[in-house]
């Protein structure tokens, strides 16, 4: 059965980085891309990035130079690094999984985890 | 970056009704855009993919229509598990851009 599992730190101070797994389970690394989507409170999904089963990455054209996706296949993760968070930078973070029947589209999301950037 | 234009932001109705959700790309992107339902608290669930494709397990009352730059999510006879955020975006290339969401709330 498909998971994606997000896990990160909660709390950072503005300026810090920011590293956030994704452990997934059901499917291989290397035939299907995790995507990265954040929510603000209150607000709307914003795509950040997609790192594809060759290891070939895509990032959103405004957050580029800040964000990093990466993963390890032995070990089912996928990680995204952010640097020079600010408070603008709270959000819900998922990864999802882009379906290779569907398009490449999100056929599975994690739960999400929460970052707070505040000092 | 293609812009993902959505409306309206927010619509109200009652059970049984019919609702049309529109989204509109600042360029040709084909057939290549996707429809997501949102629940509160909730992940997202994939709803469309390729304009008019249901993912799999989407209830019939869904359907999804338009290609090139026009593009719209029609819910017939709304049930009450409809209700909640709707989001569009295309996946034509990269990077992939969300239309800024619809809240459909029960009148």
């Known amino acids: 059965q498909v998971q994606l599992k997000e896990s990160g730190p909660g709390l950072v101070a503005p300026s810090q980085s920011l590293s956030i797994t994704c452990t997934v389970s059901g499917f291989s690394l290397t035939s299907y891309g995790v995507h990265w989507v954040r929510q603000p409170p209150g607000k709307g999904l914003e795509w950040l990035g997609v790192i594809w089963g060759d290891g070939s990455t895509n990032y959103h054209s405004a957050l580029i130079s800040r964000l990093s996706i990466s993963k390890d296949n032995s070990k089912s993760q996928v990680f995204l690094k952010m640097n020079s968070l600010q408070t603008d930078d709270t959000a819900m973070y998922y990864c999802?999984?882009?379906?290779?029947?569907?398009?490449?589209?999100?056929?599975?999301w994690g739960q999400g985890t929460t970052l707070t950037v505040s000092s | 970056d293609i812009q993902m234009t959505q409306s309206p932001a927010s619509l109200s109705a009652s059970v049984g009704e019919t609702v049309t959700i529109t989204c509109r790309a600042s360029?040709?992107?084909?057939?290549?855009l996707a429809w997501s339902q949102q629940k509160q608290g909730k992940s997202p669930q994939l709803l469309v993919y390729?304009?008019?494709t249901l993912a799999e397990g989407v209830p019939s009352r869904f359907s999804g229509s338009g290609s090139g730059t026009q593009f719209s999510l029609k819910i017939n006879s709304l049930q009450p598990e409809d209700f909640g955020s709707y989001y569009c975006?295309?996946?034509?290339?990269?990077?992939?851009?969300f239309g800024g969401g619809t809240k459909l709330e029960i009148k």
């Open positions: 975006h295309h996946h034509y290339g990269t990077p992939w851009t």
């Open positions: 390729n304009a008019k």
């Open positions: 360029e040709n992107i084909y057939s290549y």
């Open positions: 999802a999984r882009g379906g290779l029947d569907y398009g490449y589209c999100f056929d599975y």
